[in-house]
């Protein structure tokens, strides 16, 4: 059996405060059903001022290990995907391996949006496989209600915060990453971004008032780009690894709009009995949703060893990429 990078274990951190469509109804103009419809969100979980993207790493990367069996000490790399660190720099990455007291871990963090996490195993992947590291924490997590403007009703409803966390390590028994294929196209960067806080428009004053360091999205023109991305990366990566459709068991599509993800279903004639679905509770959290989503299943009597996943993702960027697990 050729060497795959198996996950062990996985783990999920989410803030206690739950944040309602009815909530929103009342802060902005907009309406329960309206989010509903649109986008298949009842609500979301908000961290308050001690919620950092580190702490919720730590806690869902501490879950990770203990269902994986595996002590700081054997962190060979730790990658956190985030576009919300604590602060530009260090990365939060060094955060958590202070946390953890993983002295034997290098750190990074990468940044590709939505698709994060999926970017994250490609990365995991070539360090197993070419024996850089033979244990690997990876976490996806995003704390975006604090870069959420909340007069912005276009944004503010779609949103929330969580952290998921694998636990990846070098094996042999037939279960791990069969593939990943990875995409991007900078030329769409300005329809879902941040633009103030970086070397080109620094914090001050003015970028206080134009209210540059919130997030910005031109949804519709995101959505057509990401029905379309989100298809076309399935059936990349069920080619490159010569598996139809039909051998996945389950589809774990990143939680952005319920109508995306029927629409990715239906491209690739799959039931919706076979994609799994939890934005209704928890928005869209950006690179955390898909390592979340995954160990929900873990830990729910659905999941059976071996079973055929397919991850799939599209996010700021843009960026877009696509995973087969045998998980
Ligand atoms: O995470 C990865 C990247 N992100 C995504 O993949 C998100 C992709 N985009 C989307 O999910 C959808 O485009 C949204 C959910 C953001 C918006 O849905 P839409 O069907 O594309 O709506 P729209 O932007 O075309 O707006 C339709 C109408 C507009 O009113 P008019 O111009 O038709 O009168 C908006 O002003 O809905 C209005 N609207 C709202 N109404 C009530 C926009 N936001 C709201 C709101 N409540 N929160």
């Known amino acids: 059996m050729p060497i795959l990078a198996e996950i062990l274990g996985t783990g999920r951190a989410v803030p206690e405060r739950i944040l309602t469509n009815q909530d929103l109804e009342r802060m902005v103009e907009t309406s329960d059903e309206w989010i509903t419809e649109r986008t298949g969100i009842k609500e979301r979980r908000i961290g308050d001022e001690n919620t950092t993207a580190s702490s919720l790493a730590t806690e869902a990367a501490k879950k990770a290990m203990e269902m994986a069996g595996v002590k700081a000490g054997d962190l060979d790399l730790i990658l956190v995907a985030t576009v919300t660190p604590d602060m530009p720099f260090p990365s939060a990455s060094c955060v958590v391996q202070k946390n953890l007291q993983a002295w034997k871990a290098a750190a990074m963090d990468l940044a590709a ?76 960067g300005e329809l879902l971004f941040m633009p103030g806080g970086g070397s080109l428009q620094p914090a001050s004053q003015q970028s206080l008032d134009q209210r540059l360091h919130f997030l910005k999205m031109e949804g519709n023109a995101v959505f057509k780009i990401a029905v379309q991305t989100m298809g076309d990366s399935c059936l990349k990566i069920l080619d490159r690894v010569q598996m139809k459709p039909e051998q996945i068991d389950l589809l774990i599509p990143h939680q952005a709009n319920l109508r995306i993800i029927q629409a990715t279903a239906k491209r690739l004639k799959l039931p919706m009995s076979k994609v799994y679905v939890n934005i209704d509770r928890y928005g869209n959290t950006s690179s955390a949703s898909i390592p979340m989503a995954l160990d929900e299943v873990r830990r729910s009597e659905m999941y059976r060893p071996g079973m055929n996943v397919l991850l799939v993702a599209f996010g700021a960027g843009l960026t877009w990429g696509s995973a087969i697990v045998k998980i």
């Open 113 to 188: 949006g939505c698709t994060g996490f999926i970017y994250g195993l490609s990365v995991a992947d070539g360090f197993i496989k070419s024996g850089q590291a033979r244990t690997i924490l990876l976490v996806g997590v995003e704390i975006l209600t604090k870069i959420t403007d909340w007069t912005d009703r276009a944004t503010c409803v779609l949103f929330g915060d969580g952290a998921g966390a694998v636990i990846l390590q070098a094996s042999n028994n037939g279960n791990g990453l069969l593939g990943t294929y990875l995409g991007a196209d900078g030329r769409y």
